[in-house]
């Protein structure tokens, strides 16, 4: 059974930087696109970043230039690090699949940019 099993979220200030961990099991990520995304309340949970297994990664405008996404493929980890964090990033964060498998979503970890 796949599973992913996301930690590192909290409460950090604008212009903080936080970094979220994905840990895999039951699927070995080095042959696979990893993906992060989020999730606001009463929202649709959108793609931020991914990252294929040859190391192309793609980001959303909001996030360009501020997020960085890797991975380490014998931890069969997913990492996503987060920088100048502003309000609107404010979320739950999944991983999964760039081509997401719809029974492996784990509980995420929550993030809250706020003064």
């Known amino acids: 059974q796949v599973q992913f099993v996301e930690s590192g979220g909290g409460l950090v200030q604008p212009g903080g930087s936080l970094r979220l961990s994905c840990a895999a099991s039951?699927?070995?990520?080095?042959?696979?696109?990893m993906g992060w995304y989020r999730q606001v309340s009463g929202k649709q949970r959108e793609l931020v970043a991914s990252?294929?297994?040859?190391?192309?990664?793609n980001y959303a405008d909001s996030v360009k230039d501020r997020f960085t996404i890797s991975r380490d493929n014998i931890k069969n980890t997913v990492y996503l690090q987060m920088h100048s964090l502003k309000p609107e990033d404010t979320a739950v964060y999944y991983c999964?699949?760039?081509?997401?498998?719809?029974?492996?979503w784990g509980q995420g970890t929550p993030v809250t940019v706020s003064s």
């Open positions: 999964n699949l760039r081509f997401p498998m719809s029974n492996a």
């Open positions: 039951g699927i070995q990520i080095q042959f696979e696109h």
């Open positions: 990252n294929t297994f040859g190391g192309t990664n």
